[in-house]
C-alpha cells in the first residue's frame, strides 16, 4: 500500500526559505519509472504543479518558479524534500506530495496516482 | 508551458444527471490527459488516465474520451457522491499543467 505524508512548517515569514519533507512508503524511489512529485493548491483556487523528481535523479521544475524550487530525494530514508526560497504571502497554499506512476514505456502516459493529505503553509509576517 | 482550460468552470446538475466537463489544451498533447476528483479539505483522487483509461476502482459511470486539443469527462448517472471539483491536467510537456477546475453543485 502506498502512501505519501507532507511535513514542514504552517508558517513562515515571507522572505524566508520553505523547506518541505514527504516521507512515503510502499514504493522505492530507486525502482525504474517511479518519480514523486509536488503541487500546491491555494485557498479555493486550482492545482499548481511545482517539480517532479524520477527515480535516476532527473528532475523537472515549473519554468515559473525554477530559481526558487530545489527537489532532492533521499532513498534510504524514503523521503522527498522540496525548498522553496524567498517566500511570499502569494506562496500561501495546500502543498501535495504524490507518487507519479508511468502506465507505459512512452513516458507520456503517467499521472499521479496516490497523493499525500497535504500541508497548509501560510505565508504572513 | 501548454495552458489547459476547462469549461463550465462550475454546473448544477441532479442526481441521474449526465454529466460533461470539456478540457481543452493550447496544443496538441495526443492522448496524454488526466481527470482528478478533489472533494473539500482532501487531496485528488486519479480518475482517468491516458485520456480515457479507468484508474483501478473508479466506477464505471466515469468515462474519457478526446485526443489531441479537446478532451471530455463525462459522468453517465451522477451520485451524490460525485458533487466535487474536477481538475485535468496533461502530461505531454513538464510542467504538467492542470486545468482551472469545474466544481459540480447539487441542483
Known amino acids: 500500500q502506498i502512501t505519501l505524508k507532507e511535513s514542514g512548517p504552517t508558517l513562515v515569514k515571507p522572505t524566508q526559505t520553505l523547506t518541505l519533507t514527504c516521507t512515503f512508503s510502499g514504493f522505492s524511489l530507486s525502482s525504474g519509472g517511479v518519480g514523486v512529485g509536488w503541487i500546491r493548491q491555494p485557498p479555493g483556487k486550482a492545482l499548481e504543479w511545482l517539480a517532479l523528481i524520477f527515480w535516476n535523479d532527473d528532475k523537472r521544475y515549473s519554468p515559473s518558479l525554477e530559481s526558487r524550487l530545489t527537489i532532492t530525494k533521499d532513498t534510504s530514508k524514503n523521503q522527498v524534500v522540496l525548498t522553496m526560497t524567498n517566500m511570499d504571502p502569494v506562496d500561501t497554499a495546500t502543498y501535495y506530495c504524490a507518487h507519479w506512476n508511468y502506465y507505459d514505456s512512452s513516458g507520456y502516459s503517467a499521472a499521479f496516482d496516490y497523493w499525500g493529505q497535504g500541508t497548509l503553509v501560510t505565508v504572513s509576517s | 508551458d501548454i495552458q489547459m482550460t476547462q469549461s463550465p468552470s462550475s454546473l448544477s446538475a441532479s442526481v441521474g444527471d449526465k454529466v460533461t466537463i470539456t478540457c481543452r489544451a493550447s496544443q496538441s498533447i495526443s492522448s496524454y490527459l488526466n481527470w482528478y476528483q478533489q472533494k473539500p479539505g482532501k487531496a485528488p483522487d486519479l480518475l482517468i488516465y491516458a485520456a480515457s483509461s479507468l484508474q483501478s476502482g473508479v466506477p464505471s459511470r466515469f468515462s474519457g474520451s478526446g485526443s489531441g486539443t479537446h478532451f471530455t469527462l463525462t459522468i453517465s448517472s451522477l451520485q451524490p457522491e460525485d458533487f466535487a471539483t474536477y481538475f485535468c491536467?496533461?502530461?505531454?510537456?513538464?510542467?504538467?499543467?492542470f486545468g482551472g477546475g469545474t466544481k459540480v453543485e447539487i441542483k
Open positions: 491536467q496533461q502530461t505531454y510537456s513538464t510542467p504538467h499543467t
